[in-house]
């Protein structure tokens, strides 16, 4: 090391040193300071510890008091709120609910295969285009219905949220409903945005577990396939006036027959619904709500398999405008409006669908006359449901219901011209289905439910299939509110 | 179309009428808001005395009155859990939304008997926070009174004296009342009785009497045959001098048991509505008298 470097080393050592010494003085002073800071903060301190002590032995003699005074009301048999609840952060938990389902089927005919077509062509309506929906029963003997898991939260003071998780017989989950919906609007709006279902009719909005037979009546199975949902919004309105006057409409992705949005790929509102309600009170023992809905959609190659006249499995398809309409009603009643005893509902709706586009047959090119081939079509249908059910004693109902389509009015390009043959697009055929229905359940509490329903089901031509459920339907979890 | 949508918007609009328009659950509530606003309030019951407000349906005529409601007054305590959610979601009113002012639960302001232990829907129809049914206690309704008098002059400041004199006339009125029902039914102190359905603790708490046996198994859960044959045979070692029921309840398992017993089946009016319970005061005079008229 040389001279220069300690020379710079004993240079940088003063220098370092030199502040320190200058500061000397000052640092004595702030060292008082802190310690005349700390002085008093240990006072401080104490003088806490001395309250917190305090309090406490009043909080334990208060308590002691609580105690013996619950003691006391225990004896007296009563119990007071003194117990409330912690409140922890799962106290925000939100409501859940489980709906449980499961069903004992036997039918005369195979539910799964069609006894009129080819083998392996699946059961459906005749006389419509088939609406690919689920129909009931699934299969015969024991089966499991859907599981529905319900979770449900005010987010904040502007919106609660819903979401409703289906899992299936078949282990496939899906979001049967997941929206948001606000709270905070003022003159009578209110608005869902997410998956729900279309607020179209009287019973498309329930859930099936609420349903009053085991199965959707044939409209809603036939038009609807066999509800309405959507993913997109809804704008509701209420009339601020004593009866009650609701306006809504939905745009957005339709999930279900007569719309094939799902494979769309376009801007745009793609489908939309617009809705009226009416209801209102006669006396106190009766209750009512009519309303009229309308549903366009514009199907793009939406397809449907069938046979041709060479019975070989065919898959056509439907492009074109669809309107669907929809008018409701509904009327309870019960003595003196206590439907804890007895009750009575009816409910009815009517549906007509106006189709008119394009109809192409054999979209693959496997059929016997040669396809894809395309033509004109229009078609308007129609069906209605009408039903009753009695609650005749506590926790038993009796119910029945009718249903029927009426035979289509098409006229299809393809046969009309002579195209093809009637027998190659057999689905389209006339036919007038219906089906009578009568069930009886028991609910002992509001969370069971076990029915036994019977239907005469002449769906198909020449077959009359009779079916007869076992079905048990309960709830546990959140306590929840249904709708009129 | 457009003359009818400007009409719409136009009622839409208008601003509320002068009075506070308040929408009770059920009649208890609308008549002590009666007593309170007078005639500053226009009082809508959603329910009568014949309905069990447990089982009703969110019927559109309750939502087109929620619509346009300043005040909605509940009991809470999950009385209304199985319609009123859907009444308030879908009447698109921020006001009456639990939480903001315009939504006033009198079990709030009373204590709760009957908390239960444990919270297990075997145990029946159990409320989590305890009875709901507290309106079969006068001294209840000072303390929902007085909550209910303040939370209408938040909402009507331009009215909120006549809140208050409105409540402190009740009150003085009330707790006088209170005395003379308290003295007519000293003979009920102590005195044993069965109840058809669990919704008289408050009551009995009142009145010093002593509920021996419920003739549903459960609350909520009709009365089986098994169940009050038990109730039968228990009684003669609790030797009950009658069986309460409400006048909504069905008259069929009391009757049975009265027979049975040999007791009298005393019918009380449970809410304002029922029959000899036009008002709140008239509620408890026919109450006590009835009690009284059982022994």
Known sequence: ?484 | MKRLLLVLFALAAMPAAAALKVFATVPEWGALAREIGGDQVQVFTATTALQDAHHVDARPSLIARARSADLLIATGAELEIGWLPVVQRESGNPRIQSGQPGYFAAAAAVRLLDVPARLDRADGDVHAAGNPHIQTDPRNFLAVGEGLAARMAQLDPANAAAYRSGHAAFAERWRSQIKRWEAQAAPLKGVAVVSQHKAWPYLYDWLGMREVAALEPKPGVEPSLAHLALVRDQAVTSRPRMVIRAAYNSARPAEWFAKEAKVPAVVLPFTVGAPEAADLTALFETTVQRLLEGL
């Open chain 1, 1 to 484: 090391m040389n001279h220069a470097s300690i020379a710079v080393l004993a240079a940088f050592g003063l220098l370092a040193s030199l502040p320190a010494v200058a500061a000397d003085a000052d640092l004595k002073a702030l060292r008082e300071e802190i310690a005349q800071m700390k002085k008093s903060y240990e006072q401080r301190i104490d003088a806490l510890e001395k309250r917190l002590v305090d309090t406490e032995k009043q909080a334990i003699a208060v308590r002691s008091t609580a105690e013996t005074a619950a003691s006391q009301a225990q004896a007296a048999q009563a119990t007071s709120m003194a117990s409330r609840q912690p409140a922890a952060a799962n106290a925000f938990n939100p409501e859940i609910s489980v709906i449980l389902s499961g069903m004992y089927n036997n039918t005369s005919q195979d539910p799964r295969h069609d006894p009129t077509g080819v083998a392996g062509r699946e059961r459906r309506i005749q006389g419509l285009l088939p609406s690919g929906g689920e129909f009931n029963p699934e299969a015969r003997a024991w089966n499991l219905g859907e599981s529905e898991l319900s979770i449900s939260a005010n987010i904040d003071p502007h919106f609660r949220g819903t979401f409703t998780a289906a899992i299936s017989p078949a282990n496939e989950i899906g979001v049967e409903e997941a929206y948001i919906q606000t709270l905070g609007l003022d003159n009578g709006i209110g608005i869902k945005a997410g998956r729900f279902f279309s607020g179209i009719g009287y019973v498309n909005e329930q859930h099936a577990h609420t349903w009053d037979f085991s199965d959707a009546s044939l409209p809603y199975q036939a038009f609807f396939g066999p509800q309405l949902g959507y993913d997109g919004v809804q704008l509701k309105w209420v009339a601020p006036t004593e009866l009650f006057l609701e306006l809504g409409a939905e745009f957005g992705r339709a999930l279900s027959f007569p719309a094939n949005d799902g494979e769309r790929n376009k801007n745009g509102l793609l489908s939309g619904s617009v809705f009226a309600h009416v209801g209102g009170d006669i006396g106190v023992a009766n209750s009512w709500r009519a309303g009229a809905s309308y549903f366009a959609t514009k199907p793009h190659h939406r397809t449907y398999d069938d046979v041709d006249g060479s019975n070989t499995l065919v898959t056509n398809s439907f492009s074109g405008k669809s309107n669907t309409t929809v008018l409701d009603f509904v009327w309870k009643w019960a003595p003196e409006g206590n439907a804890t005893e007895r009750n009575f509902k009816f409910q009815s709706e009517w549906f007509r669908r106006h189709e008119s586009g394009d109809l192409t047959y054999d979209v693959d090119g496997v059929g016997a006359p040669g396809g894809p081939l395309t033509d004109g079509f229009r078609s308007t249908q129609t069906g209605f449901y009408a039903q009753g059910v009695w609650q005749f004693m506590p926790a038993w109902r009796l119910g029945y219901r009718y249903d029927q389509l009426a035979s289509a009015d098409a006229s299809v390009g393809l046969i009309d011209r002579g195209t093809l043959a009637a027998a190659d697009l057999p689905i389209l055929r006339d036919y007038t289905p219906k089906r009578s229905t009568a069930m009886v359940d028991w609910s002992p509490s509001e969370f069971s439910r076990i029915r036994l329903q019977y239907a005469r089901d002449q769906t198909r031509p020449g077959v009359t299939d009779d079916q007869v459920w076992v079905h048990y339907i309960m709830s546990l979890g959140a306590h929840g509110a249904h709708k009129f």
